[in-house]
């Protein structure tokens, strides 16, 4: 099953925290996930999406993703 682009960019996201990281810096999250293809467009819909559903927090700057 392919997933949906915000899934697959929130599956990096979590990754990219592992192992038990509460935050990804997201200037190098947003240079990995262009390297995997994801467009600057894609991975701002995939943070409103999580951020609503409160599963990632990001700071006002738009600077660090947090993971509630």
């Keep these: ?17 592992a192992p038990g990281g509460r935050s990804v810096p997201l200037p190098h999250a947003l240079q990995v996930l262009g390297a995997r293809g994801f467009t600057p467009a894609q991975v701002g819909a995939a943070l409103d999406e999580y951020e609503a559903l409160n599963v990632i927090q990001v700071n006002p700057a738009r600077t660090c993703v947090t993971f509630v």
């Design 1 to 17: 099953r392919c997933p949906r682009p915000s899934e697959a960019i929130f599956g990096i996201l979590r990754d990219l925290g």
